[in-house]
T-cell receptor, first 114, second 113 residues
Framework: AQSVTQLDSQVPVFEEAPVELRCNYS??????LFWYVQYPNQGLQLLLK??????LVKGINGFEAEFNKSQTSFHLRKPSVHISDTAEYFC????????????FGQGTTLQVKP | SQTIHQWPATLVQPVGSPLSLECTVE??????LYWYRQAAGRGLQLLFY??????ISSEVPQNLSASRPQDRQFILSSKKLLLSDSGFYLC????????????FGSGTRLTVV
């Protein structure tokens, strides 16, 4: 079975600083990977996804992530954060061959300070 | 365009009362549908998923049930709520196996008192 570990529950960062949110997954089979963002009391919005091809994936709002198969990681990065990026971020994985059930990590709260 | 509607947005229910949360999708046919629960500080837990009318798969044993009476309608129910049922419930849909991602509803905040 797949699992996802988000290594940091909270990440405080100052505005305009770079940020990296870490995600590791475990799976014995080929997977697809996703990052979602959740603003308070709202649903989740897809930031980016890795299905195949280039390991560097660019998403919305200036975020990008890099798939590293050897390290089973899919870390999310942004070179310069804004106050509006304050939210909870979820990494998710699904097997490439099954019904598409997404397994989510526990989430990382990004707190951008002025 | 496709949209997903989930209601109500908030709900306060006493212990032992029934529950019915509804989710509908517009603009697509034969979507895969999902119910997730998000408890405080615990990420998202998949409760049920459905690949077609009347087809429900349960991921965890619990006090809840789900039904899909129509292609684009997904209902989460309980006969008697427990305190532990409190949480943020999210409905989602995907095309086929969901490899292009899910689209989530805006969620229902359920507080059982």
């Amino acid at each position: 079975a797949q699992s996802v570990t988000q290594l940091d529950s909270q990440v405080p960062v100052f505005e305009e600083a770079p940020v990296e949110l870490r995600c590791n997954y475990s799976s014995s089979v080929s997977v697809y990977l996703f990052w979602y963002v959740q603003y308070p009391n709202q649903g989740l919005q897809l930031l980016l996804k890795y299905l195949s091809g280039s390991t560097l994936v660019k998403g919305i709002n200036g975020f990008e992530a890099e798939f590293n198969k050897s390290q089973t990681s899919f870390h999310l990065r942004k070179p310069s954060v804004h106050i509006s990026d304050t939210a909870e971020y979820f990494c998710a994985v699904t097997r490439s061959s099954n019904t598409g059930k997404l397994i989510f990590g526990q989430g990382t709260t990004l707190q951008v300070k002025p | 365009s496709q949209t997903i509607h989930q209601w109500p947005a908030t709900l306060v229910q006493p212990v032992g009362s029934p529950l019915s949360l509804e989710c509908t999708v517009e603009g697509t046919s034969n979507p895969n549908l999902y119910w997730y629960r998000q408890a405080a500080g615990r990420g998202l837990q998949l409760l049920f998923y459905s690949v077609g009318i009347g087809q429900i798969s349960s991921e965890v044993p619990q006090n809840l049930s789900a039904s899909r009476p129509q292609d684009r309608q997904f209902i989460l129910s309980s006969k008697k709520l427990l305190l532990s049922d409190s949480g943020f419930y999210l409905c989602a849909w995907s095309v086929g196996r969901g490899h292009y991602g899910y689209t989530f509803g805006s969620g229902t905040r359920l507080t059982v008192v």
